[in-house]
């Protein structure tokens, strides 16, 4: 740890100014996805039940912006900021910078890799899990069967496309039957998902050597299932469909028999990170460094239009 970074560490440890949070800076990485259109929606509603000033800054999936909204809200002496990271590394200097401003940094979704004593906590998923809660879905379901995976990667350098690289690899390990023959990145988006779908389907025999498509999210997954389509393939049959996010198109596909299954990452990561805030603000309380929100599966045996449903109307 680097001298800056302890003497970080003991300015965070000394705050606790007895009042809650009145302005809040929070810069979101933009909104390639829905799950993401979903966080920034809830992140909005739960500062407006809290009473926050919240100053929203869209980078528009640029970690310089990110970086200049950040050193912006430092200058306007907002009472905390929460950052969801579009990568992982770079972030040290501009950590340093609130630190040294007594400003308290909450990581949403995403994961940095400066020294943890420059931010509060992180709240977020397991992302490893959530690669592996994936790649367990898939041997379950292939048993013994020959199986060509292609994977959609999210965007490089993120923390989400490295640990649900990983996790699935882990789950698959030992499984000789299961092979990844493609691998890209589609950026977390559904065009990206498309425009890479169609060149894997053509590298691969138009899509017929091709088992089963892992996307790093539901938003590439539904703009690969449309290209699938466009291929004359049957998604969800010709092609398994495993992805990670739970959004409620993911359920409409689903319910049509086009997905096969997802995993769920919550995007209320602002509620906990609020609470843990405010009780830090409060008394000096220091939160855990990570706040671990749930990944549940869901399959089409769990009733996917009734989950549509229950999500449709929550901004994503
Ligand atoms: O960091 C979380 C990921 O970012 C979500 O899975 C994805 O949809 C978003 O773009």
Redesign the pocket.
């Known amino acids: 740890m680097t001298t800056k970074a302890l003497l970080a560490g003991v300015a965070l440890a000394a705050l606790g100014t007895g009042a809650a949070a009145q302005t809040v800076g929070f810069s979101q990485?933009g909104s390639?996805?829905g799950?993401?259109a979903a966080e920034t929606t809830v992140t909005m509603q739960e500062a407006e039940a809290r009473g926050v000033d919240l100053r929203f800054s869209d980078a528009q999936q640029r970690q310089e912006n990110q970086i200049a909204a950040m050193r912006s809200f430092i200058a306007q002496g907002v009472d905390a900021i929460f950052v969801?990271p579009v990568v992982a590394t770079g972030w040290d200097s501009v950590l340093e910078e609130a630190a040294e401003a007594e400003i308290p940094v909450i990581l949403l979704?995403?994961m940095v890799d400066s020294d943890p004593s420059l931010y509060l906590t992180a709240v977020g998923s397991d992302l490893v899990h959530e690669g592996s809660v994936a790649g367990q879905w898939l041997v379950d379901t292939v048993g013994e069967e020959a199986c060509r995976v292609v994977e959609l990667q999210?965007t490089t350098g993120?923390s989400?496309a490295i640990d649900r690289a990983n996790g699935f690899r882990e789950a698959i390990e030992g499984h000789a039957n299961i092979e990844i023959v493609r691998s890209q990145t589609g950026d977390?988006t559904r065009s990206g998902g498309k425009e890479v779908m169609e060149s894997f389907l053509q590298a691969e025999g138009g899509g017929a050597d091709i088992c089963a498509l892992y996307a790093?999210?539901?938003?590439m997954a539904l703009g690969a299932i449309q290209a699938i389509k466009e291929a004359g393939l049957d998604p969800g049959d010709d092609i398994l469909i495993v992805s990670?996010?739970a959004v409620p198109d993911i359920f409409q596909a689903m319910a049509d028999g086009d997905a096969n299954a997802t995993v769920e990452?919550t995007p209320n990561m602002a509620g906990p990170a609020f609470d843990a805030l405010d009780a830090y603000m409060a008394d000096g309380t220091m939160p855990e460094k990570f706040i671990q929100t749930e990944s549940a599966l869901y399959t089409q045996d769990d009733d996917p239009l009734a989950q549509y449903e229950a999500r449709k109307d929550l901004g994503y």
């Open positions: 990485i390639e996805s799950w993401r969801a979704d995403r999210g993120s989400p977390f790093h999210n539901d938003d990670i996010d990452l």
